[in-house]
């Protein structure tokens, strides 16, 4: 099997922040390899170095496997907004390939506009300044994969992508005999396409074949291999060490290598392994009560365009709903609406009074105001928490403009989440959070003690996190599915079978039974969610009530003002609301897990 990529001796660094130091590793033709790591570890700049964007401060030596094709897909993609999308594309085509016959561009151009159509841009004249960002994003990766590389370098491909684009990208990519090397946080587009996992981990390297759960289990092996065997070498490193500090004429020449291992033993007694995690335990929410959203009717278009038509729904207390849809089917300016940040065109939205909204929006670092020449200390004044949030003490003072993507979306997190919010709505995530990140930040929404409303592209993430999907249909029709992200796909996949042969709109009555039985479904949850709610805020009232009658009672015995009758009388009044609140308690507790 051919080598198609050799990298020696690559370093970079910015100022003191050493990203990596003289690693090197090898890709062989057919690999289909994802690099992982923690945020601003380097992933994005050793792609860019391996494509030729920048430098390795080293030097060091990159071999490609000589006449392979190679493109570059780099996070953010710009075009020339005055060109039409076809005229742009191909202009950056003829750059790349210079041509020499039409036949040559003809072809290209034929499988150009195959994939723009498989991506849903069939509007190829459209301005590109005119195209969103997940327009922009599958227009780019259109032209990679219409020049037919051998070898794909790829930065984090799916971010801004709606889930049908990542579903056709993922099954291209799949069935593809292209070599692969992509940075990716997407955990069931890395098992789907990927074979084998790089891992960039303190400055180092570690390569692991398999899947995601395999390169799971590896890891901690290997993190617990080297844990043991720094153990066993700081207890060699003591014993050393009073040797060395015993007197000269113990240490005679023919001990010389013995002092030189000493040396050695002393840094791999030193080495600790990078295995942190973003520590979300103490970040509370404010109590929430039983009115959310009230939506009624709710309208709103733009330009003759219908994004959202006669919406109605109460959200309910502590419920997670997932949105999806495809780019530019109103999922943001539905969020907007809910917030407050746009009003309906027709139709009210009623907000609890005890609404706090945490709102994370997909442009949140601009929207948030953060200044860029300001440091992560001025921007949350909390060494704890910033130290929780693997922000150490030694980058405190860093400026913004140094963080990358991922750090910076990390602290925009943090801004939101410490002002104890108790209704979360979520836009987009999971874009630029390591997978680390993105798994401690499930378990902390899974625990969250408030409603919550998620935007995302990440299938794993609504898999785990969802209850109940809002799916935007198009034309202002949204959708209510009960169940998470994977139950909807096969669900339409089942739907569409049903469907007539020629593929257009008929509706087979197999299918509309089933949409019927899921908005059943969906009814009959919600009664139960209601009953459910009701009798907790019973409960809660009765509680209190019955305590602040065992305080008061208290407050009498404890008077010395009572006669014997009374005090007979109050303590038979107090063993029996003691039970009762206990009774109340547990039932209270059963109902809110």
Not at 95 to 103: I, L, P, Y
Not at 340 to 354: A, N, Y
């Amino acid at each position: 099997m051919a080598s198609y990529l050799q990298a020696e001796h690559l370093s970079k660094s910015y100022g003191p922040k050493v990203l990596f130091d003289d690693i090197g590793f090898n890709i062989n033709e057919g690999d289909k390899m994802a690099l992982i790591g923690p945020n601003g570890c380097g992933k994005s700049s050793l792609l860019k170095i391996l494509a030729g964007v920048e430098k390795s401060d080293s030097g060091g030596k990159i071999t490609f496997l000589k006449n392979i094709r190679i493109a570059f897909l780099p996070q953010e993609c710009t075009f020339d907004p005055d060109k039409s999308l076809i005229q742009e594309l191909m202009l950056k085509a003829e750059e790349k390939f210079g041509w020499t016959d039409n036949e040559h561009r003809w072809e290209y151009e034929r499988r150009l506009k195959e994939i723009l159509t498989a991506f849903r841009l069939t509007d190829m004249e459209k301005p590109t300044g005119l195209l969103s960002g997940g327009e922009t994003k599958r227009a780019a990766i259109a032209s990679l994969l219409a020049g037919e590389p051998d070898f794909l370098i790829l930065d984090e491909p799916t971010n801004h992508l709606d889930i049908e684009a990542i579903e056709t990208l993922e099954a291209r990519l799949s069935r593809s005999k292209a070599t692969v090397l992509m940075v990716t946080h997407d955990r069931y587009f890395l098992d789907r396409v990927c074979n084998t996992i790089l891992e960039l981990d303190g400055g180092s390297l570690y390569l692991y074949r398999g899947n995601y759960e395999q390169y799971l289990e590896k890891r901690e092996e290997r993190l617990n291999n080297f844990r043991a065997e720094t153990d066993k070498a700081r207890n060699i490193f003591r014993r050393e060490l009073e040797w060395m500090r015993s007197t000269p004429q113990a240490r005679t020449g023919k001990a010389r290598y013995r002092i030189n291992a000493f040396y050695d033993l002393k840094e791999r007694a030193s080495a600790t392994v990078c295995d942190k995690a973003v520590d979300m335990e103490g970040l509370e929410s404010s109590r929430l009560g039983t009115k959310i959203f009230n939506c009624k009717g709710v309208s709103f278009g733009y330009e003759g365009k219908m994004l959202i038509d006669g919406f109605t729904y109460n959200f309910h207390r502590y419920e997670k709903v997932g949105i999806v849809g495809a780019n530019g089917a109103g999922k943001s300016t539905f969020l907007n609406l809910l917030t407050g940040k746009l009003s309906p065109s027709s139709g009210t939205i009623e907000r609890g009074e005890s609404l706090k909204i945490g709102y994370y929006t997909q442009g949140g670092i601009k929207e948030a105001g953060f200044d860029m020449d300001s440091t992560v200390l001025d921007t949350v004044n909390d060494t704890r928490l910033l130290n929780r949030f693997l922000f150490p003490h030694h980058t405190l003072n860093s400026k913004l403009s140094t963080l990358s993507g991922g750090e910076l979306r990390r602290l925009y997190l943090l801004t939101i989440l410490i002002k104890a919010p108790n209704m979360l709505i979520l836009d987009e995530p999971t874009n630029d959070l390591d997978i680390v990140t993105l798994n401690i930040l499930e378990e902390y929404l899974l625990e969250f003690k408030g409603s919550l409303i998620i935007v995302s592209h990440d299938r794993h993430f609504l898999d785990r996190l969802a209850d109940h999907l809002f799916v935007f249909c198009g034309d202002g029709t949204i959708k209510d599915f009960v169940g998470n992200y994977s139950e909807y796909r096969d669900f339409i996949k089942e739907y569409e079978k049903s469907r007539g042969g020629d593929g257009k709109s008929r509706e087979d009555s197999a299918a509309k039974k089933e949409w019927k039985e899921n908005r059943e479904q969906q009814r009959e949850k919600r009664r139960a969610e209601q009953k459910i709610q009701k009798e907790l805020e019973t409960l809660e009232k009765e509680i209190a009530s019955l305590t602040d009658e065992k305080n008061a009672i208290e407050e009498r015995l404890a008077s010395n003002d009572c006669d014997i009758d009374e005090i007979t009388r109050l303590s038979e009044r107090i063993s029996q609301i003691l039970p009762l609140i206990e009774a109340k308690e547990e039932r209270w507790l059963e109902l809110s897990c």
